[in-house]
Antibody
Framework: QLQLQESGPGLVKPSETLSLTCTVS??????????WGWIRQPPGKGLEWIGN???????YYNLSLKSRVTMSVDTSKNQIFLKLSAVTAADTAVYYC???????????????WGQGTLVTVSS | QSVLTQPPSASGTPGQRVTISCSGS????????VNWYQQLPGTAPKLLIY???QRPSGVPDRFSGSKSGTSASLAISGLQSEDEADYYC???????????FGGGTKLTVL
């Protein structure tokens, strides 16, 4: 059974870079041409797609975040990484690691989801 | 403001049938499939309906989805107290080259 687990600092200072890791178990991130993705949810608000990445490096990013987002993978460790630069309080959210389904760029069918990790941006 | 439009709230009594709408445009719902997610309080979202009307294994057949043109709907029949949750629709958007979500609908079981 595929499982995703997010990890990283729970507190980041404004203007710094948020860095998160998603560790995948129960399957290889380089199998079957699946994309891997990140979604976030500010406290009390809705879901926002951040981006999808294929293990070979092909990426799709939310245009509103594209200038600040970098996603990468380490197939040897079965991990996916998210970096978001120049963060502000508006980037405070629960960040979820997800596996998009089949479709162009990974599509919008996300299953499974990690449990999520809360990142607070504050000095 | 979300690309897909959902009503912020919906409600029903146990046993009732409720529907939640999701409105989009030709670049998202009009040309791609719709997926629905259920988020119970304090938990991560869960895939509820995929490819407009398909249920993942384990999802009761009380939940159903449909799509017509640039709109989609989620229907819940035989409403139960445990259905009280937030529901989100999502679709790929060809113009934005990315996934978009609705703002979410909070379902209350009265």
């Amino acid at each position: 059974q595929l499982q995703l687990q997010e990890s990283g600092p729970g507190l980041v200072k404004p203007s710094e870079t948020l860095s998160l890791t998603c560790t995948v178990s129960g399957g290889s991130i380089s199998s079957n041409n699946y994309y891997w993705g990140w979604i976030r949810q500010p406290p009390g608000k809705g879901l926002e797609w951040i981006g999808n990445i294929l293990y070979g490096g092909n990426t799709y990013y939310n245009l509103s975040l594209k200038s600040r987002v970098t996603m990468s993978v380490d197939t040897s460790k079965n991990q996916i990484f998210l970096k978001l630069s120049a963060v502000t309080a508006a980037d405070t959210a629960v960040y979820y690691c997800v596996r998009p389904g089949p479709g162009v760029g990974g599509g919008s069918r996300f299953d499974p989801w990690g449990q999520g990790t809360l990142v607070t941006v504050s000095s | 403001q979300s690309v897909l439009t959902q009503p912020p709230s919906a409600s029903g009594t146990p046993g009732q049938r409720v529907t939640i709408s999701c409105s989009g445009s030709s670049s998202n719902i009009g040309s791609n499939t719709v997926n629905w997610y259920q988020q119970l309080p304090g938990t991560a979202p869960k895939l509820l309906i995929y490819s407009n009307n398909q249920r993942p294994s384990g999802v009761p057949d009380r939940f159903s989805g449909s799509k017509s043109g640039t709109s989609a709907s989620l229907a819940i029949s035989g409403l139960q107290s445990e259905d009280e949750a937030d529901y989100y629709c999502a679709a790929w958007d060809d113009s934005l080259n990315g996934s978009v979500f609705g703002g979410g609908t909070k379902l209350t079981v009265l």
